[in-house]
Every structure is written in C-alpha cells, then in structure tokens.
C-alpha cells in the first residue's frame, strides 16, 4: 500500500514557515489543484493534489523573502503548481490506455479533415472509429489527462517504462518547454486555435483566460461538469492534429 503522501514527504506539520499566514492561503491551493484537475484522469484523487500543494505552501513560506519584490501569492503558486507537478512526474498519472485513446482520436481527426476540408463533427469521429456517439465521448472522458504537448512526443514511447522527465533532461535532449516558449510555435498555435469550432474555442477561452472551472463554464454553456471536461479533451485533441510538424 502506497504511504501518504505526507508522510512520504516527512510531513507537513514540522516544517517550519515564515511569519505568513498559511492558513489563509489554503483556497489557493484547493483551487490550483481544481484547475489541474480538469486535466487529469479521474484516477488521480484531488485530495492528494492538496495535500501535496499544502506541503508547496508551506515551502513556500519557508523560502519567501518579501525584499525580492514579488508577492506572496505569485510565489507561492509557482511553488505549490511546482510541488503538485513534481508528484504527478512521480507516479504514472495518465493510464496507458487513456494515451491510446487519445492518439486514436487524434488521428481519426487529422484524417477527417484531411479529406473534408473542415472541423469534423463529434459523430463524424464517432462513425470514423466504428464507436457510438455515446461510446466516444466515454473515450473522451478516459482522456482527461491529455495535454497539448506529451512527454512521449520527445522521447519516443517504446513501453519500457523508462521516466520521460529524466530522459529529458540528459544532454542533447529536446526540450519540450523549450518549444513552449518558441515564438513561431506560439503563433501557430494561436492560429489553431482560431480554426477551432466556436464552441471549443469557447470553452479554451472560459478554462484558460478566465480561469473559470469545469463546473462553472458548464453553467456558462448548461452543460454537465462531466460533458465540459469532455469537450476540453477534445479541444487539445484537435489542437494536437494542427500543430502535428512540431510534434
């Protein structure tokens, strides 16, 4: 059975912080780890987030030194999404067949288009892969931990379960976040998200500008929590199929 994660972390009660008010600061990590939440398999338990982004705080706290001129929530919340990540890269997050899934799609996507010329409809995809409209979007749902750029784009995924992240990082290794940060590849990723349907534009736009939850931009478009999360995984997936030559 897996320990804790407080406990694996040498818990959070002895660490010492700052004179800064800890406690105050927990609706930001409970919502930072709603946040990444909405793009995560449902296996990951939210709870764990919170924990883990808990322990970031009160790091945080430990490390923050006001005369650098930068704001505690700024700080912190780089510290807290830090610690989250951190424990994410340490367990296998994402289910082996929810990557199938989501290359499967991806790729009934990028063919439909090809040949029609046009965003493709959900049923288009569905009568593609030989699935049910109902059948696809439960595909969808499993791929709730796709994201726009994956580890595996990279470095290659051979199923010998090596750590992506430490492959990464040796010498002479692509570097993902360095292809973040690449001006041409943002621009063209601007441009695919323009040639988005308007509904998944919307909800891009809600998520990430906004910064609003799965459950409120489903009251935004009346939709269920559950349906939003579904047309977010179809969004990147469809973002993935136009920015395919940097992948």
Same mark, same amino acid.
């Not at 945080?60 to 650098?68: G, K, S, T, V, Y």
């Not at 909800?203 to 910064?211: A, F, P, R």
């Given at each position: 059975?897996?320990?804790?994660?407080?406990? $694996? %972390?040498?818990?959070?009660?002895?660490?010492?912080?700052?004179?800064?008010?800890?406690?105050?600061?927990?609706?930001?990590? =409970?919502?930072?780890?709603?946040?990444?939440?909405?793009?995560?398999?449902?296996?990951?338990?939210?709870?764990?987030?919170?924990?883990?982004?808990?322990?970031?705080?009160?790091?945080?706290? %430990?490390?923050?030194?006001?005369?650098?001129? /930068?704001?505690?929530?700024?700080?912190?919340?780089?510290?807290? %999404?830090?610690?989250?990540?951190?424990?994410? $890269?340490?367990? @296998?997050?994402?289910?082996?067949?929810? $990557?199938?899934?989501?290359? =499967?799609?991806?790729?009934?996507?990028?063919?439909?288009?090809?040949?029609?010329?046009?965003?493709?409809?959900?049923?288009?995809?569905?009568?593609?892969?030989?699935?049910?409209?109902?059948?696809?979007?439960?595909?969808?749902?499993?791929?709730?931990?796709?994201?726009?750029?994956?580890?595996?784009?990279?470095?290659?995924?051979?199923?010998?379960?090596?750590?992506?992240?430490?492959?990464?990082? @040796?010498?002479?290794?692509?570097?993902?976040?360095?292809?973040?940060?690449?001006?041409?590849?943002?621009? @063209?990723?601007?441009?695919?998200?323009?040639?988005?349907?308007? $509904?998944?534009?919307?909800?891009?736009?809600?998520?990430?500008?906004?910064?609003?939850?799965? =459950?409120?931009?489903?009251? /935004?478009?009346? /939709?269920?929590?559950?349906?939003?999360?579904?047309?977010?995984?179809?969004?990147?997936?469809?973002?993935?199929? =136009?920015?395919? @030559?940097?992948?």
């Amino acid at each position: 059975m897996t320990p804790p994660l407080s406990s $694996r %972390r040498g818990g959070y009660e002895s660490l010492p912080a700052a004179d800064i008010d800890v406690a105050a600061y927990a609706p930001l990590v =409970k919502k930072l780890a709603s946040m990444l939440m909405a793009r995560l398999p449902p296996s990951v338990d939210i709870n764990d987030m919170i924990q883990v982004g808990v322990i970031g705080l009160i790091e945080a706290a %430990r490390q923050f030194e006001p005369a650098q001129g /930068v704001q505690f929530e700024t700080f912190a919340s780089q510290r807290i %999404r830090g610690a989250m990540l951190d424990e994410l $890269r340490r367990s @296998d997050w994402m289910p082996r067949q929810a $990557r199938s899934h989501s290359r =499967k799609i991806e790729e009934a996507i990028h063919q439909l288009e090809h040949q029609l010329g046009r965003p493709v409809l959900e049923s288009e995809i569905a009568e593609h892969m030989s699935l049910s409209l109902e059948d696809y979007q439960s595909m969808l749902s499993e791929c709730r931990g796709t994201s726009l750029l994956h580890f595996e784009d990279f470095v290659g995924d051979d199923g010998d379960g090596l750590d992506a992240v430490t492959n990464i990082q @040796d010498e002479g290794s692509p570097d993902p976040f360095g292809t973040l940060a690449d001006g041409d590849f943002r621009q @063209d990723l601007i441009q695919a998200i323009g040639l988005l349907p308007e $509904r998944d534009q919307l909800v891009m736009s809600l998520y990430y500008e906004q910064e609003l939850n799965l =459950k409120e931009i489903g009251a /935004v478009l009346g /939709v269920s929590e559950s349906r939003v999360s579904q047309l977010h995984s179809q969004a990147i997936v469809r973002l993935r199929t =136009k920015i395919k @030559d940097w992948l």
